[in-house]
């Protein structure tokens, strides 16, 4: 965090200053991290306690300030010896703190850029591309994992400090509106729009509310931003409208009139045997660099492109943006993450892309398992183990069926449907994946599929590995909702 007082940080919450005997309040100017984890705190941070739904944050505060924190923000003064702010919402006191904090760095000596990104699908696989990309150019802050809503956007905008150069914020949404309040928080100086998808369709009504919704990063850029958005997408590619200054293209394909700006683009692309993408890079002006990506999957040429388009705006040159992203082979954790498992006796390759579900990610999901090895003759056993997609409103369980169908029809060997025990809905979602899988194995006479519906992930742990062990060249995909518990189960392999 920027350097800041006591009084400064509680007139920035719109606070209370308490403090309580015995507590030792910091003095003067200091730096502090601020965290809404206690297991997180250490010297000289400010807590921030937030009631939750299983843990209430007030219960820690006692806590932290034996690790020596220098502050609480809370909405109740605390028996704790430790200076408190109180404040009526910790949430809101925390995106205050997060903006007052930018504000500071803003007016501090020296550039500093923020970029947010939004889109249905690819946010923190292009978040991931394009730190490393912009850590190239200076000091550069980004979201752990997917830290993208009111709650982890501010927490990530209170690292930025004197020297940091870029901001990434990565901005989600289950509601019309929420993007607008992160933009307050942390106004774009480049806005990033990937996709409007389907994900969330049950919460949003429709793809038009959807973009609607999206379309509120656009529209909260600083004034003279920079708005970088998918001309393949009509949803985004219509957001060129509400744009405050100059608007970018990327993408692989274009919907936009004849005539119109060009597009950083990809030309060329194949996949090699584990289905990492090489391609030609074309950026707006015809310059063109080769570009081979050390993460796997088709569909992340485009957040690669994304990126890319960023890292020129902010100066980069084309050549040092082909060699970053062909060195970047690790991104966020359970997303088209790669290992080699031996569990029972048996031994398998897991695609690790766990972290979340929605149709278009399922299919970019099942694309590179079709294509893992598929290039060089070899023809590994391929198992997707697949969890229910939530959010996906009244044409949910047709659109499971549809995944179902669309796997059969990828060649997967074995499909796993997951569900839950304790969750008819959860349960009935992942019956769907089987129903839509066993129809598409009836309508086109397809032999040899075998088509699983379980109720835990303990039953498709034993699944795999019998799988595994009577086909030595064994390839599983873990795809699905974060409730589908199939993250647990990486974990649970990678130990």
Same mark, same amino acid.
């Given at each position: 965090?920027?350097?800041?007082?006591?009084?400064?940080?509680?007139?920035?919450?719109?606070?209370?200053?308490?403090?309580?005997?015995?507590?030792?309040?910091?003095?003067?100017?200091?730096?502090?991290?601020?965290?809404?984890?206690?297991?997180?705190?250490?010297?000289?941070?400010?807590?921030?306690?937030?009631?939750?739904?299983?843990?209430?944050?007030?219960?820690?505060?006692?806590?932290?300030?034996?690790?020596?924190?220098?502050?609480?923000?809370?909405?109740?003064?605390?028996?704790?010896?430790?200076?408190?702010?109180?404040?009526?919402?910790?949430?809101?006191?925390?995106?205050?703190?997060?903006?007052?904090?930018?504000?500071?760095?803003?007016?501090?000596?020296?550039?500093?850029?923020?970029?947010?990104?939004?889109?249905?699908?690819?946010?923190?696989?292009?978040?991931?591309?394009?730190?490393?990309?912009?850590?190239?150019?200076?000091?550069?802050?980004?979201?752990?994992?997917?830290?993208?809503?009111?709650?982890?956007?501010?927490?990530?905008?209170?690292?930025?400090?004197?020297?940091?150069?870029?901001?990434?914020?990565?901005?989600?949404?289950?509601?019309?509106?929420?993007?607008?309040?992160?933009?307050?928080?942390?106004?774009?100086?480049?806005?990033?729009?990937?996709?409007?998808?389907?994900?969330?369709?049950?919460?949003?009504?429709?793809?038009?509310?959807?973009?609607?919704?999206?379309?509120?990063?656009?529209?909260?850029?600083?004034?003279?931003?920079?708005?970088?958005?998918?001309?393949?997408?009509?949803?985004?590619?219509?957001?060129?409208?509400?744009?405050?200054?100059?608007?970018?293209?990327?993408?692989?394909?274009?919907?936009?009139?004849?005539?119109?700006?060009?597009?950083?683009?990809?030309?060329?692309?194949?996949?090699?045997?584990?289905?990492?993408?090489?391609?030609?890079?074309?950026?707006?002006?015809?310059?063109?660099?080769? /570009?081979?990506? +050390? *993460?796997?999957?088709?569909?992340? @040429?485009? =957040?690669?492109?994304? #990126?890319?388009?960023? !890292?020129? %705006?902010?100066?980069?040159?084309?050549?040092?943006?082909?060699?970053?992203?062909?060195?970047?082979?690790?991104?966020?954790?359970?997303?088209?993450?790669?290992?080699?498992?031996?569990?029972?006796?048996?031994?398998?390759?897991?695609?690790?892309?766990?972290?979340?579900?929605?149709?278009?990610?399922?299919?970019?999901?099942?694309?590179?398992?079709?294509?893992?090895?598929?290039?060089?003759?070899?023809?590994?056993?391929?198992?997707?183990?697949?969890?229910?997609?939530?959010?996906?409103?009244?044409?949910?369980?047709?659109?499971?069926?549809?995944?179902?169908?669309?796997? /059969?029809?990828? +060649? *997967?060997?074995?499909?796993?449907? @997951?569900? =839950?025990?304790?969750? #008819?809905?959860?349960? !009935?979602? %992942?019956?769907?994946?089987?129903?839509?899988?066993?129809?598409?194995?009836?309508?086109?006479?397809?032999?040899?599929?075998?088509?699983?519906?379980?109720?835990?992930?303990?039953?498709?742990?034993?699944?795999?590995?019998?799988?595994?062990?009577?086909?030595?060249?064994?390839?599983?995909?873990?795809?699905?909702?974060?409730?589908?518990?199939?993250?647990?189960?990486?974990?649970?392999?990678?130990?």
């Amino acid at each position: 965090m920027m350097p800041v007082t006591l009084a400064q940080v509680a007139e920035a919450v719109d606070g209370a200053l308490h403090i309580p005997d015995q507590a030792r309040a910091p003095q003067g100017v200091f730096e502090p991290t601020v965290v809404s984890d206690s297991r997180q705190a250490h010297d000289g941070s400010i807590f921030v306690a937030i009631p939750g739904e299983r843990v209430d944050g007030h219960d820690f505060v006692a806590q932290v300030a034996g690790k020596g924190a220098a502050a609480a923000i809370v909405e109740h003064p605390v028996d704790a010896p430790i200076a408190q702010i109180v404040v009526k919402d910790s949430v809101i006191a925390l995106g205050r703190l997060a903006r007052y904090n930018l504000a500071a760095r803003r007016a501090a000596d020296g550039d500093f850029t923020i970029i947010g990104i939004t889109g249905s699908v690819g946010k923190t696989t292009t978040k991931d591309l394009l730190h490393a990309l912009l850590d190239e150019l200076g000091p550069t802050v980004a979201p752990f994992g997917s830290f993208n809503n009111e709650i982890g956007l501010p927490l990530t905008a209170l690292h930025v400090g004197k020297r940091t150069r870029y901001l990434i914020a990565e901005m989600g949404a289950n509601h019309v509106g929420e993007i607008a309040r992160l933009t307050q928080i942390a106004p774009p100086d480049i806005a990033v729009v990937l996709k409007v998808g389907v994900a969330h369709l049950g919460e949003f009504g429709s793809r038009e509310r959807i973009a609607q919704a999206k379309s509120e990063i656009v529209r909260g850029l600083a004034p003279h931003g920079t708005a970088v958005l998918n001309a393949g997408d009509p949803y985004v590619a219509a957001m060129a409208r509400i744009a405050p200054a100059r608007v970018l293209w990327f993408g692989l394909d274009d919907t936009r009139q004849e005539g119109a700006e060009p597009a950083t683009t990809a030309r060329d692309i194949t996949l090699d045997d584990l289905d990492h993408p090489s391609f030609t890079l074309v950026d707006a002006d015809g310059a063109t660099a080769k /570009v081979t990506l +050390g *993460i796997s999957g088709r569909h992340n @040429v485009a =957040n690669a492109l994304a #990126a890319a388009t960023v !890292a020129r %705006a902010c100066g980069m040159t084309l050549e040092r943006i082909a060699s970053t992203l062909s060195r970047v082979d690790r991104i966020s954790a359970h997303r088209m993450a790669v290992s080699r498992i031996e569990r029972g006796g048996a031994h398998f390759t897991l695609i690790d892309d766990s972290f979340n579900a929605n149709p278009d990610s399922m299919k970019a999901g099942l694309d590179g398992l079709a294509a893992w090895h598929a290039q060089d003759g070899r023809q590994p056993y391929r198992i997707a183990v697949l969890g229910a997609m939530l959010e996906l409103g009244d044409t949910e369980r047709d659109q499971h069926r549809q995944i179902g169908a669309y796997t /059969v029809g990828k +060649g *997967i060997d074995e499909i796993i449907a @997951v569900g =839950n025990r304790a969750d #008819a809905h959860f349960d !009935a979602l %992942a019956e769907a994946v089987s129903q839509g899988a066993r129809e598409r194995v009836e309508a086109s006479g397809r032999d040899g599929v075998s088509i699983h519906w379980v109720h835990d992930a303990a039953q498709a742990d034993e699944l795999v590995v019998s799988a595994a062990a009577n086909h030595a060249d064994t390839v599983v995909l873990l795809k699905g909702s974060h409730m589908s518990g199939l993250s647990a189960l990486a974990e649970r392999w990678s130990k």
